[in-house]
């Protein structure tokens, strides 16, 4: 991504924070706040970042391309899919913020576009009209208990708009966001007797329930599924 171009050229020699600051008239402290994960860019930011350095987002993040041929022996043509920008966000503000605003945002990440609309949604009450997609990139801690699906840095697409325990695939178990005493959890989950079951994937950490209060249902609970797993960023 963006931030690991950035310090493989500074490591060659090819750019410095101080240059990389009057490029884009932001204060060194700014970029070394960024480069050092301290601090995030605004989507208008990381814009700045790219032009001064010759960048575009395919060169930072590999996207998939589409052969077509319109009749036998035609040329081969190839068209970049469309890149959705989805905050990397932290555990609170995935939970609670309905809208994520810049000073909210780690990081960008760019995100074939069509690889988000293809998810199906079931919003509850809660999260109808909140932005749909945020990322969280997952310390070792907050992956432990789904290991190994999860490992420490991996980054969780969530879908706030899919708030539903209706399985999403049949016969395949749905990994939600949900939020819990300890905040927010990663966890299989499953509803009865008034609670919400949270099932870890790893043998050696605990279930752990959920009370549902009075005049509330599972789906306010709910954060959303996790549409996308990242593993190596």
């Known amino acids: 991504m963006l931030r690991r171009e950035l310090l493989r050229r500074i490591e060659n020699g090819d ?18 706040n960024f480069l050092n994960r301290k601090r995030a860019l605004s989507l208008e930011g990381l814009d700045k970042v790219l032009a001064a350095q010759g960048l575009t987002v395919d060169q930072i993040l590999p996207v998939a391309v589409e052969a077509a ?24 503000a995935a939970a609670e913020a309905a809208e994520i605003k810049a000073a909210e945002v780690i990081e960008a990440m ?19 009209g909140w932005r749909r997609f945020v990322a969280l990139r997952l310390d070792a ?18 879908d706030r708009h899919y708030n539903s325990l209706a399985p999403y695939r049949a016969h395949l178990p749905t990994l939600y966001a949900v939020r819990g005493s300890a905040g927010l959890l990663l966890r299989y989950v499953e ?3 008034a609670r919400l079951i949270l099932r870890p994937l790893a043998a050696d950490c605990a279930v752990q329930l959920v009370p549902i209060a ?12 996790v549409c996308l797993l990242i593993h190596d960023l």
């Open 15 to 32: 750019l410095t924070g101080t240059r990389l600051a009057q490029q884009t008239g932001f204060r060194q402290a700014h970029i070394s």
């Open 214 to 225: 009075p005049n509330e249902l599972p789906s306010d609970y709910i954060v959303g599924r």
């Open 69 to 92: 041929s319109q009749n036998a022996g035609a040329t081969e043509s190839a068209s970049q899919e469309e890149i959705a920008m989805v905050p990397i966000v932290s555990p609170s």
């Open 110 to 128: 760019p995100v074939a576009a069509a690889r988000l609309s293809e998810n199906r949604a079931r919003p509850g009450r809660r999260s109808a």
């Open 141 to 158: 801690q907050q992956a432990a208990a789904m290991e190994p699906m999860l490992g420490s840095g991996t980054i969780a697409v969530l």
């Open 191 to 193: 509803f009865d007797d």
